[in-house]
C-alpha cells in the first residue's frame, strides 16, 4: 500500500495544489485502498495488487478531464496545462532544435538498422546457394575437403552477421543521445502542428513502402512454390526459389524499416497511435516478449544448423516466429481495444 500512496503523492505533486485538488486527492486514496484490500482478499499477491491499482486508477489527466477540470503543472519554472498537447507532468520541453536533430538521427539510426538485416539476410542467401551448389553433381564438389563444403558457408553467414552486429552496435551508439526523447517529451504547440503536417504528408510514402513490402512478401512465396516445382528435376532450383524469397523479403524488411521507422519516430514524439500514454502497457509487454523471443530464435537457428545440419531448412524458424510474434502482438492490440 505504500507504494500506491507514494505513486499518488507523485501524481499529485505537479498539480495545482488547491482544497478541491486535496478533496480528489483524498477520495481517490480512499479508492484506490478499497481496490487494494479488495484484491488482496481475492488472494493477489502484493505486485499483482499494486499494478492493477495503479492501472486502473493511475492516469491522472483522465481522471481530472472526465470531471471538467484542467490540471496544472510546473514546467521550467513555469505553470501551464497537464496534458497540453498531449503531454503529460513532468516532461522534459525540447526546442525546435532537438527535434530536428532527434529525426535526423532517427533516419540515420534506421538506415544502419535495416542495412544491418539485410546483411544477415544476404548471409543467409549465400549459405543457401553455396550448399545447394555444393551438393551439384555436375560440378564434382565431392572431391573437396569435408571442411570446406561444411564451414565455408557457415563461417561466409558468420561473417556477415559479425558485419551486421557491428552496424547495431555503431546505430545504436550515435543514437544513445537521444534516446530520452522516445521517453515522452514537452513540445512547444506550434512545433507539434508542423509534426503533424510533416506526418501527414510523409503517410503516402508510408503506406506505398509498406504495400510494395507486403507485395514483395507474397510475390517471394509464389517464386518458391514455382521454383519449388522445378527442383523435382534440378534440386538447385530448391535453394534458388528459398534465396529468392528471401531476397524479396530482405527489400521489403529495408522498406517497412526505413519508411515506417520514421513514422514511428512521429508517433513517439506526438504521443499518439501506438506510442500513445494509454497503450504503454501494452507496448511493455510486447517489447518484453521480443527481448526474450528472438534471442531465443537466433540460438535454435544455429544450434538447428551448427549440432544438427539443418542449415537447409532452419531459416524457416525466422518467418515461422515472424508470424507468431505478429499475431502476439496483434492480440495485445486486440485486448487492449476490448478494456
Known sequence: ?????????????????????????????????????????????????????ISEFGNIDELLKDIGLQPLRAENGAVEPAGAGGQTAGQRRVTKEEVENYLAAKKKHNKMTAEGVVLIMLGVICMILLFGIFEMPEYNFSTWPESIRGAGPVILLLLTVMGAVSLFIISGNQFEKYAYMENGVSIPEEIRQELRNQMEQDRTINTMAVTIGVGLCIFGVIVLLTLGVMSEKHEIMGSIGVASLLSLVAVACYLFICPGGMKEAYEKLLGVGDFAPERARENKIVGVVASIVWPLTVAAFLVWGLAFDGWKICWILFPVVGICFGGFAAACGAMHEKR
Do not use: P, R
Not at 3 to 14: D, P, R, S, V
Not at 25 to 49: F, P, Q, R, V, W
Open 1 to 53: 500500500m505504500d507504494t500506491i500512496m507514494n505513486y499518488l503523492n507523485t501524481m499529485f505533486a505537479t498539480v495545482a495544489q488547491t482544497e478541491q485538488m486535496q478533496k480528489i486527492k483524498n477520495d481517490l486514496a480512499a479508492n484506490m485502498e478499497d481496490k487494494y484490500n479488495e484484491l488482496k482478499a481475492e488472494g493477489k499477491s502484493e505486485n499483482e495488487a499494486v499494478g492493477t491499482v
